[in-house]
């Protein structure tokens, strides 16, 4: 399984950005989707998720109300739609998969396949 993540850049604070993230080798519909973040000299954090079906998604809460994930299982493709973007949300982003139900949506360690990352900037 390969996941190939795009659509990051740089972007003025406020403005938006749709990551895309392309799996391949595995049948995504049956895979749970995730991004995560980080930045230089910390841990890599939770963005959000989406269940396999694309019935439940999850955020972390300094996203939620700006960030839309998102998922269309013809295009083996899942989206992050990020709007009123802000300096903080600087970072590389990851997307991963995992093919078994967890309650652990946001733990990396869950995930068994990532992506290799696309840069965010976000200038104030």
């Known amino acids: 399984v390969q996941l190939q993540a795009s659509g990051g850049g740089s972007v003025q604070a406020g403005g938006s950005l749709r990551l895309s993230c392309a799996i391949s080798?595995?049948?995504?519909?049956?895979?749970?989707m995730a991004w995560f973040r980080r930045v230089p000299g910390m841990e890599r954090e939770f963005v959000a998720a989406i269940r396999a079906s694309g019935g439940r998604t999850y955020y972390a809460d300094v996203v939620k109300g700006r960030f839309t994930i998102s998922r269309d299982n013809a295009k083996n493709t899942v989206y992050l739609q990020m709007n009123s973007l802000k300096p903080e949300d600087t970072a590389v982003y990851y997307c991963?998969?995992?093919?078994?139900?967890?309650?652990?949506?946001?733990?990396?360690?869950?995930?068994?396949?990532w992506g290799q990352g696309t840069l965010v900037t976000v200038s104030s």
């Open positions: 080798g595995g049948t995504f519909s049956t895979y749970d």
């Open positions: 991963a998969a995992d093919k078994y139900y967890s309650e652990r949506y946001y733990s990396q360690e869950r995930y068994d396949h």
